[in-house]
Protein backbone atom coordinates (compact mmCIF):
# COMPACT_ATOMS: atom_id res chain seq x y z
CA UNK A 1 0.00 0.00 0.00
CA UNK A 2 1.25 3.86 -0.74
CA UNK A 3 2.42 5.65 1.92
CA UNK A 4 -0.64 7.37 3.75
CA UNK A 5 -0.58 11.27 4.44
CA UNK A 6 0.11 11.62 7.74
CA UNK A 7 -1.06 14.96 10.31
CA UNK A 8 0.31 15.73 13.42
CA UNK A 9 -1.96 17.38 16.60
CA UNK A 10 -0.96 17.07 20.45
CA UNK A 11 -4.19 15.53 20.62
CA UNK A 12 -6.79 13.72 18.72
CA UNK A 13 -10.14 12.95 19.81
CA UNK A 14 -12.58 10.34 17.98
CA UNK A 15 -16.07 11.58 18.62
CA UNK A 16 -17.78 14.77 18.04
CA UNK A 17 -20.70 13.93 20.99
CA UNK A 18 -21.10 15.78 24.04
CA UNK A 19 -17.71 13.79 25.44
CA UNK A 20 -15.67 14.82 22.63
CA UNK A 21 -16.47 18.58 22.18
CA UNK A 22 -16.23 19.13 25.70
CA UNK A 23 -12.84 17.92 26.27
CA UNK A 24 -11.50 19.77 23.08
CA UNK A 25 -13.00 22.83 24.38
CA UNK A 26 -11.68 22.35 28.00
CA UNK A 27 -8.46 21.67 26.17
CA UNK A 28 -8.22 24.82 24.17
CA UNK A 29 -9.47 26.71 27.21
CA UNK A 30 -6.57 25.62 29.16
CA UNK A 31 -3.89 26.23 26.30
CA UNK A 32 -5.16 29.40 26.40
CA UNK A 33 -5.15 30.45 30.01
CA UNK A 34 -1.58 29.15 30.10
CA UNK A 35 -0.79 30.75 26.76
CA UNK A 36 0.59 27.96 24.70
CA UNK A 37 -0.07 26.07 21.75
CA UNK A 38 -2.29 23.07 21.49
CA UNK A 39 -3.65 21.53 18.43
CA UNK A 40 -6.65 19.47 18.50
CA UNK A 41 -8.59 17.68 16.07
CA UNK A 42 -12.20 16.20 16.57
CA UNK A 43 -12.85 13.24 13.90
CA UNK A 44 -16.68 12.90 13.56
CA UNK A 45 -18.50 10.16 11.64
CA UNK A 46 -21.44 11.33 10.61
CA UNK A 47 -22.02 13.88 7.44
CA UNK A 48 -21.44 16.67 9.91
CA UNK A 49 -21.16 17.72 13.97
CA UNK A 50 -24.62 16.29 15.42
CA UNK A 51 -26.02 14.38 12.69
CA UNK A 52 -25.79 11.01 14.21
CA UNK A 53 -26.60 12.27 17.59
CA UNK A 54 -29.76 10.89 19.54
CA UNK A 55 -30.98 11.33 22.90
CA UNK A 56 -34.13 11.97 25.21
CA UNK A 57 -32.67 14.64 25.95
CA UNK A 58 -33.64 15.84 29.49
CA UNK A 59 -30.13 17.74 30.68
CA UNK A 60 -28.39 18.70 33.96
CA UNK A 61 -26.79 21.81 33.27
CA UNK A 62 -24.04 21.14 35.65
CA UNK A 63 -21.04 20.44 33.49
CA UNK A 64 -22.17 23.16 30.63
CA UNK A 65 -22.57 25.79 33.69
CA UNK A 66 -18.90 24.26 34.50
CA UNK A 67 -17.54 24.52 30.78
CA UNK A 68 -19.17 27.79 29.40
CA UNK A 69 -20.46 29.65 32.05
CA UNK A 70 -22.16 32.21 30.19
CA UNK A 71 -23.84 29.88 27.50
CA UNK A 72 -26.86 31.16 27.94
CA UNK A 73 -25.81 34.82 26.57
CA UNK A 74 -24.03 32.85 24.16
CA UNK A 75 -26.81 31.74 22.66
CA UNK A 76 -26.69 27.51 23.68
CA UNK A 77 -29.98 26.01 22.48
CA UNK A 78 -30.74 25.11 25.67
CA UNK A 79 -33.90 27.04 26.63
CA UNK A 80 -36.71 24.83 27.58
CA UNK A 81 -36.34 24.56 31.08
CA UNK A 82 -38.27 21.98 32.83
CA UNK A 83 -41.50 22.86 34.19
CA UNK A 84 -43.84 19.93 34.93
CA UNK A 85 -42.68 16.31 36.16
CA UNK A 86 -44.61 13.60 36.67
CA UNK A 87 -43.52 9.41 36.79
CA UNK A 88 -46.19 6.79 36.14
CA UNK A 89 -47.00 3.04 36.07
CA UNK A 90 -48.60 1.80 33.92
CA UNK A 91 -50.79 -1.32 32.93
CA UNK A 92 -52.73 -2.16 30.06
CA UNK A 93 -55.51 -0.05 30.34
CA UNK A 94 -54.66 2.24 33.36
CA UNK A 95 -51.78 4.44 34.94
CA UNK A 96 -51.08 5.07 38.55
CA UNK A 97 -49.31 8.53 38.89
CA UNK A 98 -46.33 8.30 41.74
CA UNK A 99 -46.31 11.30 43.83
CA UNK A 100 -43.81 13.81 43.53
CA UNK A 101 -43.29 13.53 47.43
CA UNK A 102 -42.50 9.96 47.57
CA UNK A 103 -39.94 9.64 44.94
CA UNK A 104 -36.16 10.26 45.88
CA UNK A 105 -34.96 13.41 45.44
CA UNK A 106 -32.56 12.63 42.35
CA UNK A 107 -34.94 11.62 40.53
CA UNK A 108 -36.68 15.42 40.33
CA UNK A 109 -36.52 17.33 37.16
CA UNK A 110 -36.53 20.32 38.40
CA UNK A 111 -33.45 23.35 37.02
CA UNK A 112 -33.05 21.04 33.98
CA UNK A 113 -34.02 21.49 30.47
CA UNK A 114 -35.52 19.17 27.58
CA UNK A 115 -33.45 19.73 24.67
CA UNK A 116 -31.71 18.33 20.98
CA UNK A 117 -28.43 16.61 22.33
CA UNK A 118 -27.94 17.20 18.46
CA UNK A 119 -28.47 20.66 18.07
CA UNK A 120 -26.62 21.44 21.38
CA UNK A 121 -23.59 19.55 19.67
CA UNK A 122 -23.66 21.56 16.77
CA UNK A 123 -23.47 24.83 19.24
CA UNK A 124 -20.44 23.33 20.68
CA UNK A 125 -18.86 22.26 17.85
CA UNK A 126 -19.27 26.20 16.94
CA UNK A 127 -17.65 27.22 20.34
CA UNK A 128 -15.12 24.95 19.49
CA UNK A 129 -13.62 26.34 16.41
CA UNK A 130 -13.66 29.76 17.98
CA UNK A 131 -11.28 28.12 19.93
CA UNK A 132 -9.35 27.18 16.71
CA UNK A 133 -10.46 23.04 17.46
CA UNK A 134 -10.11 21.61 13.80
CA UNK A 135 -13.07 19.53 13.21
CA UNK A 136 -13.16 16.28 10.83
CA UNK A 137 -17.13 15.72 10.08
CA UNK A 138 -17.67 12.94 7.42
CA UNK A 139 -14.67 11.07 8.95
CA UNK A 140 -14.75 8.25 11.00
CA UNK A 141 -11.42 6.56 12.42
CA UNK A 142 -11.13 3.00 11.22
CA UNK A 143 -8.06 1.61 13.09
CA UNK A 144 -6.00 2.97 16.09
CA UNK A 145 -2.58 3.78 15.55
CA UNK A 146 0.55 2.26 17.46
CA UNK A 147 4.07 2.86 17.96
CA UNK A 148 6.84 0.65 18.48
CA UNK A 149 6.47 0.61 22.34
CA UNK A 150 2.92 -0.75 21.53
CA UNK A 151 1.67 2.77 23.14
CA UNK A 152 -1.43 4.55 21.38
CA UNK A 153 -0.20 7.16 18.54
CA UNK A 154 -3.63 8.44 16.81
CA UNK A 155 -5.81 6.46 14.17
CA UNK A 156 -6.14 6.35 10.90
CA UNK A 157 -8.84 7.45 9.20
CA UNK A 158 -11.37 5.65 7.10
CA UNK A 159 -10.52 5.30 3.79
CA UNK A 160 -13.53 6.60 1.02
CA UNK A 161 -14.28 5.19 -1.99
CA UNK A 162 -14.04 1.20 -2.40
CA UNK A 163 -16.06 -0.89 -3.67
CA UNK A 164 -18.37 -3.47 -2.06
CA UNK A 165 -15.87 -5.95 -3.64
CA UNK A 166 -13.01 -3.81 -1.90
CA UNK A 167 -12.06 -2.43 -5.24
CA UNK A 168 -10.54 0.88 -5.56
CA UNK A 169 -13.39 3.25 -7.42
CA UNK A 170 -12.45 6.17 -9.27
CA UNK A 171 -12.89 8.11 -6.67
CA UNK A 172 -11.04 6.81 -3.89
CA UNK A 173 -8.91 8.58 -0.87
CA UNK A 174 -6.79 6.77 1.60
CA UNK A 175 -7.12 7.34 5.31
CA UNK A 176 -5.19 9.56 7.06
CA UNK A 177 -2.90 9.04 9.54
CA UNK A 178 -3.46 11.41 12.79
CA UNK A 179 -0.45 11.11 14.49
CA UNK A 180 -1.08 13.20 18.03
CA UNK A 181 0.41 12.86 21.80
CA UNK A 182 -3.20 11.35 23.15
CA UNK A 183 -6.15 10.03 21.76
CA UNK A 184 -9.18 10.36 23.48
CA UNK A 185 -12.04 7.64 22.63
CA UNK A 186 -15.17 9.33 22.64
CA UNK A 187 -17.03 6.73 20.06
CA UNK A 188 -20.10 7.12 22.00
CA UNK A 189 -21.58 3.43 23.31
CA UNK A 190 -20.21 0.32 22.10
CA UNK A 191 -17.64 1.95 19.72
CA UNK A 192 -15.26 0.04 17.56
CA UNK A 193 -12.11 1.35 18.40
CA UNK A 194 -12.91 1.18 22.28
CA UNK A 195 -13.72 -2.55 21.08
CA UNK A 196 -10.57 -2.83 19.75
CA UNK A 197 -8.89 -1.24 22.97
CA UNK A 198 -10.37 -2.59 25.28
CA UNK A 199 -9.20 -6.42 24.14
CA UNK A 200 -5.91 -5.32 23.33
CA UNK A 201 -4.84 -3.47 26.78
CA UNK A 202 -7.54 -6.16 28.96
CA UNK A 203 -9.26 -2.88 30.15
CA UNK A 204 -12.68 -5.03 31.24
CA UNK A 205 -10.30 -7.47 32.92
CA UNK A 206 -11.91 -6.47 36.24
CA UNK A 207 -15.01 -4.84 35.18
CA UNK A 208 -18.48 -6.33 35.48
CA UNK A 209 -20.43 -6.72 32.06
CA UNK A 210 -21.48 -3.87 30.48
CA UNK A 211 -25.01 -3.94 30.13
CA UNK A 212 -27.44 -2.06 27.79
CA UNK A 213 -30.83 -0.28 26.79
CA UNK A 214 -31.91 -0.08 23.46
CA UNK A 215 -33.71 3.83 23.02
CA UNK A 216 -36.22 4.94 20.55
CA UNK A 217 -36.94 8.31 20.02
CA UNK A 218 -39.71 9.84 17.68
CA UNK A 219 -40.21 13.64 17.32
CA UNK A 220 -44.42 14.36 16.76
CA UNK A 221 -46.19 18.27 16.18
CA UNK A 222 -49.18 17.67 17.87
CA UNK A 223 -52.24 19.52 18.46
CA UNK A 224 -51.95 22.87 20.06
CA UNK A 225 -53.84 22.21 22.44
CA UNK A 226 -52.67 19.43 24.13
CA UNK A 227 -49.05 20.79 24.42
CA UNK A 228 -47.70 21.94 27.38
CA UNK A 229 -44.42 23.14 26.84
CA UNK A 230 -41.49 21.81 29.45
CA UNK A 231 -43.95 18.70 30.81
CA UNK A 232 -41.91 15.82 31.42
CA UNK A 233 -43.08 12.36 31.77
CA UNK A 234 -41.43 9.04 32.56
CA UNK A 235 -43.16 5.84 33.22
CA UNK A 236 -42.22 2.18 33.94
CA UNK A 237 -44.83 -1.14 33.48
CA UNK A 238 -46.83 -2.33 30.14
CA UNK A 239 -46.19 -2.84 27.77
CA UNK A 240 -43.17 -4.32 29.01
CA UNK A 241 -43.96 -7.98 31.31
CA UNK A 242 -42.13 -7.74 34.93
CA UNK A 243 -38.73 -9.79 33.98
CA UNK A 244 -38.26 -6.79 31.27
CA UNK A 245 -36.80 -3.78 32.23
CA UNK A 246 -37.52 -0.54 30.71
CA UNK A 247 -40.00 2.12 30.18
CA UNK A 248 -40.98 5.46 28.62
CA UNK A 249 -40.66 8.95 28.28
CA UNK A 250 -42.51 12.10 26.76
CA UNK A 251 -41.29 15.66 27.02
CA UNK A 252 -42.77 18.42 25.85
CA UNK A 253 -40.58 20.75 23.81
CA UNK A 254 -40.88 24.14 21.80
CA UNK A 255 -43.24 24.70 19.01
CA UNK A 256 -46.18 22.39 19.69
CA UNK A 257 -44.00 19.21 19.36
CA UNK A 258 -43.26 16.24 22.09
CA UNK A 259 -40.15 13.88 22.27
CA UNK A 260 -41.64 10.69 22.18
CA UNK A 261 -39.47 7.80 22.93
CA UNK A 262 -39.06 4.34 24.50
CA UNK A 263 -36.49 1.93 26.05
CA UNK A 264 -36.25 -1.81 26.69
CA UNK A 265 -33.14 -3.17 28.40
CA UNK A 266 -30.87 -5.92 26.52
CA UNK A 267 -30.92 -8.04 29.38
CA UNK A 268 -34.30 -9.31 27.90
CA UNK A 269 -35.23 -13.33 27.81
CA UNK A 270 -37.45 -14.05 24.96
CA UNK A 271 -35.81 -14.41 21.76
CA UNK A 272 -39.51 -13.02 20.57
CA UNK A 273 -39.62 -10.24 22.05
CA UNK A 274 -39.90 -7.08 19.07
CA UNK A 275 -38.25 -3.62 20.98
CA UNK A 276 -39.61 -1.81 18.31
CA UNK A 277 -43.26 -3.17 18.64
CA UNK A 278 -42.88 -2.70 22.14
CA UNK A 279 -42.86 0.93 21.45
CA UNK A 280 -45.10 0.36 18.85
CA UNK A 281 -47.40 -0.90 21.50
CA UNK A 282 -46.56 1.92 24.08
CA UNK A 283 -48.54 4.47 22.08
CA UNK A 284 -51.42 2.66 22.59
CA UNK A 285 -51.56 3.24 25.91
CA UNK A 286 -54.54 5.52 27.09
CA UNK A 287 -52.10 7.78 28.60
CA UNK A 288 -50.26 8.72 25.35
CA UNK A 289 -52.56 7.89 22.29
CA UNK A 290 -54.86 10.87 22.99
CA UNK A 291 -51.77 13.15 22.44
CA UNK A 292 -51.22 11.96 18.96
CA UNK A 293 -54.44 12.24 17.88
CA UNK A 294 -54.39 14.36 14.61
CA UNK A 295 -50.70 14.93 15.15
CA UNK A 296 -47.52 14.18 12.70
CA UNK A 297 -44.65 12.01 12.89
CA UNK A 298 -41.57 14.08 12.07
CA UNK A 299 -38.58 11.63 12.80
CA UNK A 300 -37.36 8.35 14.04
CA UNK A 301 -34.49 6.94 15.10
CA UNK A 302 -32.72 4.77 17.82
CA UNK A 303 -29.53 3.99 19.56
CA UNK A 304 -28.27 2.11 22.80
CA UNK A 305 -27.47 3.24 25.90
CA UNK A 306 -24.85 2.29 28.43
CA UNK A 307 -26.41 1.25 32.01
CA UNK A 308 -24.00 -0.65 33.48
CA UNK A 309 -22.88 1.87 35.91
CA UNK A 310 -19.49 1.74 37.92
CA UNK A 311 -19.38 -1.71 38.18
CA UNK A 312 -19.15 -2.14 34.07
CA UNK A 313 -16.68 0.79 34.32
CA UNK A 314 -13.22 -0.18 32.09
CA UNK A 315 -9.89 1.04 32.85
CA UNK A 316 -10.19 3.60 31.81
CA UNK A 317 -6.90 4.88 30.54
CA UNK A 318 -4.33 2.89 28.16
CA UNK A 319 -0.77 4.00 26.92
CA UNK A 320 -1.38 7.49 24.62
CA UNK A 321 -4.56 7.76 25.87
CA UNK A 322 -8.29 7.43 27.38
CA UNK A 323 -11.64 6.87 26.96
CA UNK A 324 -14.62 9.71 28.04
CA UNK A 325 -17.85 9.82 27.70
CA UNK A 326 -19.87 7.01 26.58
CA UNK A 327 -17.23 4.86 25.10
CA UNK A 328 -16.55 4.22 29.03
CA UNK A 329 -19.98 4.40 30.32
CA UNK A 330 -20.80 6.96 32.62
CA UNK A 331 -25.13 7.16 32.48
CA UNK A 332 -27.45 7.48 35.43
CA UNK A 333 -29.80 4.53 34.99
CA UNK A 334 -32.55 6.05 37.15
CA UNK A 335 -32.23 9.77 36.06
CA UNK A 336 -31.67 8.38 32.58
CA UNK A 337 -29.28 11.04 32.17
CA UNK A 338 -25.61 11.04 31.05
CA UNK A 339 -24.67 13.44 28.70
CA UNK A 340 -23.76 16.08 31.77
CA UNK A 341 -21.39 13.11 32.94
CA UNK A 342 -20.06 12.64 29.64
CA UNK A 343 -19.10 16.14 29.52
CA UNK A 344 -17.43 16.17 32.52
CA UNK A 345 -15.44 13.04 32.08
CA UNK A 346 -14.17 14.76 28.62
CA UNK A 347 -13.45 17.86 30.71
CA UNK A 348 -11.00 16.07 33.39
CA UNK A 349 -9.28 13.98 30.82
CA UNK A 350 -8.86 17.50 29.06
CA UNK A 351 -7.25 18.62 32.41
CA UNK A 352 -5.26 15.77 33.15
CA UNK A 353 -3.57 16.11 29.43
CA UNK A 354 -2.78 19.75 30.12
CA UNK A 355 -0.91 18.61 33.19
CA UNK A 356 0.94 15.84 31.83
CA UNK A 357 1.77 18.11 28.62
CA UNK A 358 3.70 20.79 30.88
CA UNK A 359 5.99 18.00 32.48
CA UNK A 360 9.39 17.94 31.46
CA UNK A 361 9.03 14.68 30.07
CA UNK A 362 6.34 12.36 28.54
CA UNK A 363 4.25 9.54 30.52
CA UNK A 364 2.06 8.25 28.15
CA UNK A 365 -0.12 6.84 30.91
CA UNK A 366 -2.60 9.42 32.15
CA UNK A 367 -2.62 8.22 35.52
CA UNK A 368 -4.05 11.17 36.98
CA UNK A 369 -7.20 11.00 34.82
CA UNK A 370 -9.18 7.82 36.84
CA UNK A 371 -8.27 9.64 40.06
CA UNK A 372 -9.54 12.86 38.89
CA UNK A 373 -13.02 10.73 38.02
CA UNK A 374 -13.18 9.67 41.24
CA UNK A 375 -12.91 12.31 43.11
CA UNK A 376 -15.38 14.43 41.04
CA UNK A 377 -19.28 15.02 41.05
CA UNK A 378 -19.46 12.50 38.14
CA UNK A 379 -18.50 9.57 40.58
CA UNK A 380 -20.76 10.79 43.55
CA UNK A 381 -23.76 11.09 40.20
CA UNK A 382 -23.35 7.28 39.34
CA UNK A 383 -21.93 5.82 42.96
CA UNK A 384 -26.00 6.51 44.32
CA UNK A 385 -27.35 4.73 41.99
CA UNK A 386 -25.12 2.06 41.48
CA UNK A 387 -27.67 -0.87 42.79
CA UNK A 388 -30.55 0.35 40.92
CA UNK A 389 -29.97 -1.58 37.57
CA UNK A 390 -28.60 -4.62 39.26
CA UNK A 391 -31.69 -4.55 41.33
CA UNK A 392 -33.77 -4.13 37.96
CA UNK A 393 -32.61 -7.24 36.84
CA UNK A 394 -32.81 -9.45 40.02
CA UNK A 395 -35.74 -8.24 41.14
CA UNK A 396 -37.91 -7.61 38.21
CA UNK A 397 -39.68 -4.44 37.61
CA UNK A 398 -41.67 -4.33 40.57
CA UNK A 399 -39.36 -5.91 43.13
CA UNK A 400 -36.61 -3.57 41.74
CA UNK A 401 -38.15 -0.32 41.46
CA UNK A 402 -39.46 -1.06 45.85
CA UNK A 403 -35.89 -1.84 46.33
CA UNK A 404 -34.46 1.14 44.25
CA UNK A 405 -36.57 3.71 45.58
CA UNK A 406 -35.42 2.67 49.26
CA UNK A 407 -31.53 2.19 48.07
CA UNK A 408 -31.92 5.88 46.38
CA UNK A 409 -33.83 7.55 49.23
CA UNK A 410 -31.14 6.45 51.84
CA UNK A 411 -28.75 7.49 49.76
CA UNK A 412 -30.52 11.17 49.90
CA UNK A 413 -30.80 11.21 53.26
CA UNK A 414 -26.83 11.03 54.02
CA UNK A 415 -27.14 6.67 54.69
CA UNK A 416 -24.73 4.53 52.27
CA UNK A 417 -25.38 1.48 51.95
CA UNK A 418 -22.32 -0.86 52.54
CA UNK A 419 -22.87 -3.69 49.33
CA UNK A 420 -22.85 -3.33 45.80
CA UNK A 421 -24.91 -5.37 43.42
CA UNK A 422 -23.47 -7.41 40.94
CA UNK A 423 -24.36 -7.79 37.18
CA UNK A 424 -24.41 -11.41 36.73
CA UNK A 425 -24.54 -12.09 33.16
CA UNK A 426 -23.85 -10.17 29.57
CA UNK A 427 -26.85 -8.95 27.77
CA UNK A 428 -25.95 -11.56 25.12
CA UNK A 429 -25.90 -14.19 27.67
CA UNK A 430 -29.55 -13.97 28.57
CA UNK A 431 -31.64 -15.42 25.98
CA UNK A 432 -33.74 -18.41 26.61
CA UNK A 433 -33.85 -20.92 23.66
CA UNK A 434 -37.02 -20.50 21.14
CA UNK A 435 -38.40 -23.86 22.37
CA UNK A 436 -38.34 -22.48 25.97
CA UNK A 437 -39.85 -18.81 24.70
CA UNK A 438 -43.33 -17.78 24.60
CA UNK A 439 -44.06 -16.65 20.85
CA UNK A 440 -45.21 -12.92 20.65
CA UNK A 441 -47.93 -11.75 18.17
CA UNK A 442 -48.08 -8.02 17.81
CA UNK A 443 -50.61 -6.06 16.07
CA UNK A 444 -50.54 -4.73 12.72
CA UNK A 445 -49.14 -0.97 12.29
CA UNK A 446 -52.28 1.25 11.63
CA UNK A 447 -49.90 3.99 9.79
CA UNK A 448 -51.26 7.08 12.25
CA UNK A 449 -49.74 6.33 15.50
CA UNK A 450 -47.81 2.96 15.33
CA UNK A 451 -45.88 2.22 11.88
CA UNK A 452 -43.54 -0.54 10.71
CA UNK A 453 -39.63 0.33 10.98
CA UNK A 454 -38.85 0.57 7.06
CA UNK A 455 -41.75 3.20 7.44
CA UNK A 456 -39.42 4.33 10.39
CA UNK A 457 -36.20 4.35 9.10
CA UNK A 458 -37.33 6.23 6.02
CA UNK A 459 -37.41 9.29 8.71
CA UNK A 460 -34.03 8.58 9.76
CA UNK A 461 -32.87 9.81 6.61
CA UNK A 462 -30.28 7.25 6.11
CA UNK A 463 -27.49 8.28 3.68
CA UNK A 464 -25.59 5.18 2.65
CA UNK A 465 -23.72 4.33 -0.74
CA UNK A 466 -25.03 0.51 -1.64
CA UNK A 467 -21.58 -0.27 -3.45
CA UNK A 468 -19.03 0.28 -0.34
CA UNK A 469 -17.86 -2.94 2.00
CA UNK A 470 -20.44 -4.04 4.39
CA UNK A 471 -19.78 -2.57 7.78
CA UNK A 472 -21.66 -5.38 9.46
CA UNK A 473 -19.09 -8.27 9.74
CA UNK A 474 -20.11 -11.94 10.74
CA UNK A 475 -17.07 -13.95 12.50
CA UNK A 476 -18.24 -17.14 11.21
CA UNK A 477 -21.54 -17.14 8.25
CA UNK A 478 -22.61 -20.36 9.15
CA UNK A 479 -23.76 -19.31 12.83
CA UNK A 480 -26.68 -17.47 11.77
CA UNK A 481 -28.66 -20.30 10.58
CA UNK A 482 -26.71 -23.44 12.73
CA UNK A 483 -27.16 -21.81 15.77
CA UNK A 484 -28.78 -18.40 16.01
CA UNK A 485 -32.31 -19.67 13.71
CA UNK A 486 -31.68 -23.44 15.24
CA UNK A 487 -31.60 -22.83 18.81
CA UNK A 488 -33.10 -18.70 19.28
CA UNK A 489 -35.38 -17.94 16.27
CA UNK A 490 -33.06 -15.68 14.63
CA UNK A 491 -33.31 -12.97 16.87
CA UNK A 492 -31.61 -10.45 15.14
CA UNK A 493 -34.53 -9.89 12.96
CA UNK A 494 -36.60 -8.49 16.16
CA UNK A 495 -34.23 -6.85 18.14
CA UNK A 496 -32.51 -4.49 15.58
CA UNK A 497 -34.67 -1.34 14.75
CA UNK A 498 -34.10 -0.63 11.20
CA UNK A 499 -34.66 -4.63 9.38
CA UNK A 500 -31.30 -4.76 8.69
CA UNK A 501 -31.25 -8.89 9.75
CA UNK A 502 -33.70 -10.89 7.69
CA UNK A 503 -33.43 -14.51 7.26
CA UNK A 504 -34.73 -15.27 3.78
CA UNK A 505 -35.56 -19.15 1.99
CA UNK A 506 -33.07 -19.49 -1.05
CA UNK A 507 -32.51 -22.78 -3.13
CA UNK A 508 -34.51 -24.53 -0.33
CA UNK A 509 -32.30 -23.34 2.40
CA UNK A 510 -32.42 -20.37 4.78
CA UNK A 511 -30.19 -17.47 4.75
CA UNK A 512 -29.26 -14.74 6.84
CA UNK A 513 -29.53 -11.46 4.58
CA UNK A 514 -28.09 -8.44 5.58
CA UNK A 515 -29.65 -4.90 4.77
CA UNK A 516 -26.88 -2.84 5.06
CA UNK A 517 -27.89 0.10 3.88
CA UNK A 518 -30.95 0.36 6.87
CA UNK A 519 -28.69 0.34 9.57
CA UNK A 520 -28.91 3.46 11.81
CA UNK A 521 -25.53 2.70 13.89
CA UNK A 522 -27.64 1.93 17.27
CA UNK A 523 -25.39 -1.40 17.75
CA UNK A 524 -27.78 -3.71 19.10
CA UNK A 525 -26.56 -6.40 16.97
CA UNK A 526 -23.13 -5.90 18.17
CA UNK A 527 -24.13 -6.37 22.00
CA UNK A 528 -27.45 -8.51 21.48
CA UNK A 529 -26.46 -11.39 19.36
CA UNK A 530 -26.31 -14.91 21.48
CA UNK A 531 -23.24 -15.83 19.58
CA UNK A 532 -21.45 -12.54 19.55
CA UNK A 533 -20.75 -13.28 15.68
CA UNK A 534 -21.69 -9.79 14.96
CA UNK A 535 -19.04 -7.09 15.09
CA UNK A 536 -20.37 -3.41 14.01
CA UNK A 537 -18.00 -1.22 12.33
CA UNK A 538 -18.70 2.37 10.94
CA UNK A 539 -19.13 2.83 7.56
CA UNK A 540 -17.83 4.97 4.83
CA UNK A 541 -17.61 8.35 6.46
CA UNK A 542 -20.65 10.40 6.35
CA UNK A 543 -22.84 7.14 5.67
CA UNK A 544 -25.58 6.39 8.44
CA UNK A 545 -28.75 8.51 9.23
CA UNK A 546 -28.59 12.18 9.10
CA UNK A 547 -30.64 13.37 12.42
CA UNK A 548 -31.84 17.22 12.50
CA UNK A 549 -32.81 17.70 15.79
CA UNK A 550 -32.94 14.17 17.62
Known amino acids: MSQRDQMQYDVVIVGAGPAGLAAAIRLKQLATEQERELSVCVLEKGSEVGAQILSGAVIDPIALDELIPDWKSKGAPVTTEVKQDQFLWLTKNRHYKIPSAILPPLMNNHGNYIVSLGQLCRWLATQAEELGVDLFPGFNGSEILYGDDHSVKGVITGDMGVARDGSHKNTFLAGIELHAKYTLIAEGTRGSLAKSLEQKFYLRASAEPQKYGLGFKEIWSIDPSHHSEGA ?96 AGFVNVPKIKGSHNAMKSGMLAAETIIAALAKDHYEPLLEAYPEKIRNSWLWKDLYKVRNIKPALSALGNIGGTLYSGVDMWLHSLGINLPWTLQHKQADHETLVTAKDAQPL ?56 PAGVYEIIEQ ?12 CIHCKACDIKDPTQNISWAPPQGGSGPYYEAM
Open 441 to 496: NYPAPDGKITFDRLASIYLANIQHEEDQPVHLQLADAEIPIEKNLALYAAPEQRYC
Open 507 to 518: NNASQLQINTAN
Open 232 to 327: VMHTQGWPLDNHTGGGGFLYHVADNKIALGFVVHLNYRNPYLNPFEEFQRFKTHPAIKPLLHNAKRLSYGARTINEGGVQSLPELIFPGGALIGCS
